[in-house]
């Protein structure tokens, strides 16, 4: 039965990209690469990773289309040039030899799903065994991403920071308009989102009725998931991506400056340096306890007990942080006037 | 074992929805007679497979959380739905079988903002 | 099983070579994105196809199942994390786009290269 | 005078924010079924900060969210499964139909409820039940595309409309 599910997923998935590839309408590439994102995520979690399917759903489907549908009402719609016959020829020639070199190097993959490839040797069985007995909580996901490798987390987060500090800086700037490029007609494609989005659905009955009742739901289900990343699929990455799209949601009901007006923006810069302060504060405290960087066995007289402390409290780091950073990107696309 | 029969005759007839629904939407002329068909999919089809499910959880919190994604599914889909339409009014896409004015004078007016206080700053007793 | 794998393993090479196609013969900056996007997409989807253990669940431990077999949790981990840091770095791409269309008036790369030149 | 309608507004937000906090309650304790203390405390205080930023949202100073759950509204359901239920069969047989019998059409009919929620119920049924679908719904009057004659008749009796704006009474 999976194999069908399998093979279905798969093929619609490549359907999709092509269709994504293929239109020149920009606006139709971006909803169906949200339709491709949730393909993925029931792709994963055939795959058994109930975790990362949830953050795709979120993310892929949610978060990413609305950016994108940002970024288009500030850029205009329609794909001007078709690429030349030469470029497609030599383009396609490129792409059609290195998937024939991929999918012959695939014969030499090991089997699918088999456990004694080199995959599965290694750390993977220590993971899975240590996490029962040293941090105690069921989803080993989570202690891996929390516990044992925390510094790897630690890193990303800081990543994700550093591309909020980045968004936020490049719109810092206003722009100096350069002469206009010969081909005007740049407004002749008039997005039919822009009309909405910077302002709310202020017409629109049902979807604000709907939308004012699901909200707080959303939000109590975002901090659900945040706060049971130890028992289920779930943690700081996949809650701070519901939280803000709860946000975002109340935002697009109700138009951005309201939402700005219950979450400001020095909250939201707030929220993306100090979850990853709080992140390594709970390494510094580690240290002051005598233990190693991120070492949560000493925060506690138990260690599996400073263990549970230690995850909840970089989980808490790591959804504040992405929540800020998420919502500080959707503001700075949505504020931002066409110029 | 009754139960599970129910179930499995639940979650059959829920596909065939969605396949008669699929199959409409191809068979279907013009975009909104195609939302008619979908909608079959989303209604009786979703309907009846988590029914089914929930016969498969038995009495158990799982139960209890599909029943919740039913309701959350009654009342999003519609919503999309009715979100769909209207922004394929906006768009101008015209029903077939109406004047061509309807959808620009009567419609949805983008100007003026008599109504928004329908909703947002209203009567408050 | 076996040809599930390999059908795993062949989207993975066409996914990666669509998102390729896209980023270098398309002249429109936000298509080079999303080709980037499904890439990266198919990267994501390589490594959870080799995370795969063949019976296995998803690793959370239950209680009172003894000898479950659970597929591999760490690729798990690394591509959770990557999806949040790709679409933040996606945005960062947009805000970049969003300038250039801002400074340029085009985000064809055709009219951004023609008004370097001049 | 002003205080006392300031007094009264403050009560009736106080009762909003309870009987959301209310049903907050009960959705985490179903979607958790753990029952740590720990786990009860987090909930707590997820319940409160969801109550506080839909304060902030203004959602306890209008009217729009003044739900109100009545034993009717359940009687409206099983009326509403039944309607939904005989129209799939009827699109169903219409899809499968060779001939493909469809008039499409769109009417205009008039909401009886004044309220938002009773209008959005009444839309959000609409496009429920297949055959008819919500195109707009403005000032109390709602377009309604339908996939056949039938079907505009039907809604046309204002059947539907009868027991929306009913749900207020209960």
């Known amino acids: 039965m999976t194999i069908i599910f399998g093979v279905f997923l798969l093929t619609l998935m490549v359907i999709t990209a092509l269709a994504i590839v293929h239109t020149q309408h920009l606006f139709v590439a971006v909803i169906l690469s949200g339709i491709f ?26 978060i990413s289309t609305v950016l994108f549908l940002g970024a288009l009402t500030l850029t205009g719609e329609a794909e001007r040039y078709r690429s030349s016959s030469v470029n497609r020829v030599v383009a396609l020639g490129v792409v059609a030899a290195i998937t024939l070199m991929v999918i012959y190097a695939t014969f030499d993959k090991p089997a699918f799903g088999d456990p004694q490839t080199p995959v599965q040797q290694h750390v993977a069985p220590w993971y899975i065994d240590t996490t029962a007995n040293d941090i105690d909580i069921p989803n080993v996901v989570t202690a891996v991403l929390a516990s044992f490798r925390g510094y790897d987390t630690l890193g990303e987060v800081f990543v994700v920071l550093t591309a909020g500090i980045g968004i936020l800086f490049l719109f810092s700037a206003t722009p100096t308009r350069r002469k206009k490029p010969q081909t005007e007609q740049e407004s002749e494609v008039e ?55 709860a946000i975002i949601l109340y935002a697009l009901l109700e138009g951005e400056a309201r939402a700005l007006r219950v979450i400001p923006q020095w909250v939201l810069t707030g929220m993306m340096a100090g979850g990853a302060i709080l992140y390594s504060a709970v390494g510094v405290v580690c240290m002051m306890l005598d233990g190693n960087f991120l070492e949560y066995s000493v925060l506690a007289a138990d260690p599996i007990t400073g263990q549970h402390i230690g995850i909840i409290v970089i989980e808490a780091g790591v959804g504040i942080t992405v929540t800020g950073v998420l919502l500080s990107i959707f503001h700075a696309f949505a504020g931002r006037r066409r110029f | 074992m009754a139960l599970d029969i129910a179930s499995w005759v639940l979650l059959s007839m829920g596909g065939l929805f969605v396949f008669i629904g699929g199959v409409g939407v191809l068979r279907m002329p013009d975009f909104y007679t195609r939302i008619h068909a979908s909608s079959l999919t989303d209604t009786m089809g ?45 768009a101008g896409v015209r029903p077939c079988g109406t004047d061509p004015v309807m959808s620009a004078d009567k419609g949805i007016d983008l100007d003026t903002n008599a109504d928004a206080g329908s909703l947002g700053e209203g009567k408050d007793t | 099983m076996e040809l599930l794998g390999l059908y795993h393993y062949w989207v993975f090479a066409v996914l990666l070579m669509i998102g390729f196609y896209a980023v270098i013969s398309k002249s429109n900056l936000i298509k080079k994105l999303i080709g980037l996007s499904i890439f990266q997409a198919a990267v994501f989807l390589l490594y959870i196809t080799m995370g795969k253990v063949a019976g296995g669940t998803a690793p959370i431990i239950q209680a009172g199942v003894e000898n479950a077999v659970f597929s591999n949790p760490l690729p798990q981990v690394l591509i959770l994390t990557a999806i949040v840091v790709g679409i933040s770095t996606m945005a960062l791409g947009l805000g970049i786009v969003v300038r250039i269309k801002e400074e340029y008036g085009s985000i064809e790369e055709r009219d951004i290269q023609e008004i370097d030149r001049r | 005078m002003s205080q006392t309608v300031g007094v009264n507004s403050r009560s009736i937000r106080l009762k909003r924010a309870l009987l959301l906090l209310t049903l907050l309650i009960v959705a985490w304790l179903l979607w958790s ?138």
């Open chain 1, 37 to 62: 994102s949730l393909l993925m995520a029931a792709n994963f979690f055939l795959l058994d990773a109930a975790d990362v399917a949830l953050t795709e759903a979120a993310i892929g489907a949610g």
């Open chain 1, 191 to 245: 997005s039919t989102a822009e009309i909405k989005f910077g302002e709310g659905l202020r017409h629109f009955l049902i979807p604000q009725v709907v939308g004012r009742l699901l909200i707080p739901f959303i939000l109590l289900f975002g901090l659900y998931v945040q706060f049971h990343g130890d028992y289920g699929p779930g943690g700081g990455f996949q809650a701070g991506a519901i939280i803000a799209a």
């Open chain 2, 46 to 90: 979703a309907i009846l497979i988590i029914l089914g499910i929930m016969l498969q959880a038995g009495a158990s919190l799982a139960a209890i959380k599909l029943a919740m994604i039913l309701l959350f599914l009654l009342i999003t889909s519609p919503t999309a739905t009715n979100a769909l339409a209207s922004a394929a009014l906006l």
């Open chain 4, 33 to 170: 079924g753990i029952f740590y203390p720990l786990l009860l405390a987090l909930g707590a205080f997820s319940c409160l900060l969801t109550v506080y930023l839909t304060h902030r949202m203004g959602y306890f100073q209008n009217q729009a969210f003044a739900l109100r759950f009545g034993v009717r509204l359940i009687g409206y359901w099983v009326w509403l499964a039944r309607e939904i239920w005989r129209s799939s069969i009827d699109v169903a047989l219409i899809v499968m139909n060779p001939r493909l019998p469809i008039s499409p059409q769109t009417v205009e009919i008039k909401a009886t409820a004044d309220h938002p929620v009773d209008q959005a119920i009444l839309g959000n049924s609409i496009t429920l039940t297949p055959g008819t679908l919500a195109l707009d719904v403005y000032r109390g009057v709602i377009q309604v595309h339908c996939l056949n004659k039938a079907g505009a008749d039907e809604l046309k009796k204002g059947e539907m409309d009868r027991r929306v704006a009913a749900l207020r009474q209960g």
